[in-house]
């Protein structure tokens, strides 16, 4: 079992920034590839980023490349998702996922938290 608590939303304006994170306890953290998604109201969750146990492979939605950036601190057992340029698209609940393998993938987590407010005002 891996428990994820989110920490880091709230308010900001339209090309403001904002740096989440999600700390892990239970079993080993560095055994899991990590992820963030997001569900906006009236919208399916959609994957944000993912990055690899070790932080080799990073993988990135196309609507927040080159603004989002995913990070993990093993030592810490806490992974990042650092947001600039915000949109007021970007207005969602933000998740923090794990799975259950070293693999990153955009999809099949085992774990997640409870999710962060992120409201992006226009």
């Known amino acids: 079992q891996v428990q994820l608590v989110e920490s880091g939303g709230g308010l900001v304006q339209a090309g403001g920034s904002l740096r989440l994170s999600c700390a892990a306890s239970g079993r080993t953290f560095s055994s899991n590839a990590l992820g963030w998604f997001r569900q906006a109201p009236g919208k399916e969750r959609e994957f944000v980023a993912a990055i690899s146990r070790s932080g080799g492979t990073i993988m990135g939605a196309d609507a927040v490349k080159g603004r989002f950036t995913i990070s993990r601190d093993n030592a810490k057992n806490t992974v990042y998702l650092q947001m600039n340029s915000l949109k007021p698209e970007d207005t969602a609940v933000y998740y923090c996922?794990?799975?259950?393998?070293?693999?990153?993938?955009?999809?099949?987590?085992?774990?997640w938290g409870q999710g962060t407010q992120v409201t992006v005002s226009s």
């Open positions: 996922a794990a799975r259950s393998t070293v693999i990153v993938s955009r999809t099949s987590y085992a774990y």
